[in-house]
């Protein structure tokens, strides 16, 4: 008999502590098979962040630091300078990248430090109990907007892909919707070209993905996937925003 | 030894962290400690090291982390609002047992303050700085050379004991020059110990946290800690004495101020005083046992610091009340003249002789009763 569905040596076969319909599983996933198919699970190491993903080394079978909140791309920028030949990936969320961690993202991008950024993006701060992120929509009523996010008093969401194109040492940024598996195949392929990029050694390379939180949008699984296309999809356009190596 | 050299503080500590072994060094500018990251920008290519120029504090003390975890002996200095921005990742760094070397060229505080020399941030350094239950080992140099010779130790320390370990300088000691002899180069590889974080080749996968949600999990995280921390306070302590064996009035400084009380000791010797000083080198761990030991021989203490008294309240711990402490400091930027010093020694001991008479007529009362 033929093996045509596996799980990934690059993750360990444990439950994970996700909600129903959470789309860290899936990056996971994503990430471990892409992992496995490069053959660096020995040279890989991801920074986790402060969030939801924090217990993310609990999952991967490979080496995993963690790093205070948002400094994830600092401490990626410490062990990549020692060690070049490790593959070293910044997984994090929207509030760690993009609210608290804006200046480490910024800059790590700007240097075009040969680290990859797994950035999950599901519009608010989950492991804290749903309040505003920099993603959330306008509208979007969460913990802390309980009257739905005003931008005349919390700004418009940030498009993190967009505004870090603007650096010369961003190689690669692209974003994909985990909806279907149409999109979670698209998703796939950006990210194993972001990390070719890496083992390449040409620059900074960044992947958006835009991921349900059913739990704290209120909605169930399937709404939430709908929710993502109807709603976030027009606001974070998928697709490769930057790519200097076509 | 090599011939003598005339250096800045700031450049000496330089260079001798890169003759440690130091190949990765990341800081962000503040006065009175810019030499270190110019000199440093300039050095560790040369030395075949990573010299990053941070976009904040914050990043600098968390690329060290991620240095540190990949195996690589690494540093940030700054100077006293700097180093407050640093003690999140300080903290993380304690906890998740990880080598750092952190300077601190302290200037005058609270807030923006300015950038004349001080020490104000004694507390910060040994009392913990950020959150949670957490030590870093803390040395005081109070000459340019003590501070070459320190800064080699103190990447040592780190290593050994896997904990932050903090140059506690101030802004005189950083700027000024003095004649010193550099250790030689030593080669230090990256380490491949088994904590350090390289890719799970050929071994388990490894991680490194501080974040351990079980209760029971992280009080035994603590203990570990605690119990570390026991035996560096157990091992590591330094200080010096200068004519302490029969010393009535007992001095206790360090860094710079402590040159100046050291010359105050010898002047008050001359004038018939028996006076000593302790030099604490470690401030943490601090010379408790010494100043414990002299605080029952002694018959008064003087402490002097560049502050309105933070070391002395170690001090007043050590002599468990069993000896009066006088304090003498000033904050702000303002230096400690001689003339002031020995003032302050010959009133003290003029207090505490009149006290001891008082104390003996006292006695003889009691012993004339019938």
Not at chain 1, 202 to 213: H, P
Request: net charge positive.
């Amino acid at each position: 008999m033929e093996i045509i569905y596996e799980r990934p040596e690059s993750l360990k076969d444990v439950r994970t502590h996700y909600c129903a319909g959470c789309g860290h599983g899936v990056v996971h996933r994503i990430l471990a098979e892409i992992v496995d198919e490069l053959g660096i699970r020995e040279k890989t190491v991801v920074i986790a962040p402060v969030g939801c993903a924090v217990l993310a080394y609990d999952y991967f079978n490979f080496d995993v630091c963690e790093a205070p909140h948002g400094r994830t791309p600092a401490v990626a920028t410490g062990m990549k300078r020692v060690r070049p030949s490790n593959v070293i990936i910044s997984y994090q969320g929207d509030g760690d990248l993009a609210a608290i961690g804006m200046a480490e993202i910024i800059h790590a991008a700007n240097r075009g430090e040969r680290i990859t950024v797994v950035f999950v993006n599901n519009g608010l701060y989950g492991m804290t109990g749903g309040q505003m992120a920099p993603t959330t929509l306008i509208g979007q009523r969460t913990a802390t907007t309980p009257m739905g996010r005003d931008f005349r008093e919390c700004g418009q969401p940030i498009k993190v892909c967009e505004l870090l194109s603007q650096f010369e040492g961003v190689v690669y940024a692209a974003r994909c919707a985990i909806t279907g598996p149409g999109n979670i195949i698209k998703g796939k392929k950006m990210l194993k070209k972001a990390l070719s990029i890496q083992l390449a050694d040409l620059g900074f390379s960044i992947v958006e993905f835009l991921s349900a939180c059913p739990t704290h949008w209120k909605l169930t699984p399937r709404e939430a996937v709908q929710y993502i296309e109807e709603k976030m999809v027009p606001c974070f356009p998928t697709g490769v925003i930057k790519d200097t190596i076509k | 030894m090599t011939e003598k050299r005339l250096m800045s503080g700031n450049e000496a500590m330089a260079e001798a962290a890169i003759r440690a072994g130091c190949r990765c060094y990341f800081g962000y500018p503040i006065t009175p400690q810019n030499e270190v990251t110019a000199y440093m920008a300039r050095r560790m290519p040369e030395a075949g090291g990573v010299f990053i120029q941070s976009e904040s504090e914050l990043a600098a003390i968390n690329m060290v982390l991620g240095a540190s975890a990949a195996g690589c002996r690494s540093m940030t200095s700054s100077s006293s609002p700097g180093i407050s921005l640093k003690q999140e990742g300080i903290s993380y760094i304690a906890a998740m047992e990880l080598p750092a070397v952190i300077a601190n060229i302290m200037r005058g505080g609270p807030g923006l303050g300015n950038i004349a020399p001080s020490q104000s941030d004694y507390f910060q350094a040994v009392k913990g700085g950020g959150h949670g239950d957490y030590r870093q080992i803390v040395l005081g140099p109070s000459t340019v050379q003590e501070l070459v010779d320190l800064t080699v130790c103190s990447f040592d320390l780190a290593d050994e004991y896997r904990m932050p370990v903090v140059i506690l300088g101030d802004g005189l000691l950083g700027q000024m020059m003095e004649p010193v002899s550099m250790p030689g180069m030593r080669h230090v590889e990256i380490k491949e110990e088994e904590w350090v974080l390289s890719g799970c080749r050929g071994r388990a996968p490894r991680l490194l946290r501080s974040l351990i949600l079980d209760p029971g999990d992280l009080a035994a995280h603590n203990l570990h800690l605690q119990e570390k921390y026991r035996r560096v306070a157990a091992r590591e302590v330094r200080f010096e004495s200068v004519f302490t064996d029969d010393a009535e009035l007992i001095v206790v400084a360090y860094g710079t101020p402590a040159r100046v009380c050291r010359a105050a000791v010898a002047a008050c010797r001359e004038k018939g005083i028996r006076a000593g000083l302790i030099r604490p080198i470690t401030l943490w761990p601090f010379p408790r046992e010494e100043i414990s030991r002299l605080a029952s021989q002694a018959s008064h203490i003087l402490v002097v610091e560049m502050s309105h008294g933070q070391m002395v309240e170690d001090v007043l711990l050590s002599a468990e009340f069993r000896v009066p402490v006088s304090f003498f400091g000033k904050a702000g930027g303002l230096t400690f003249h001689i003339d002031e010093v020995i003032r302050k020694m010959e009133k003290t001991n003029q207090k505490s002789k009149i006290k001891n008479q008082k104390a003996k007529s006292k006695k003889q009362k009691h012993k004339s009763k019938p």
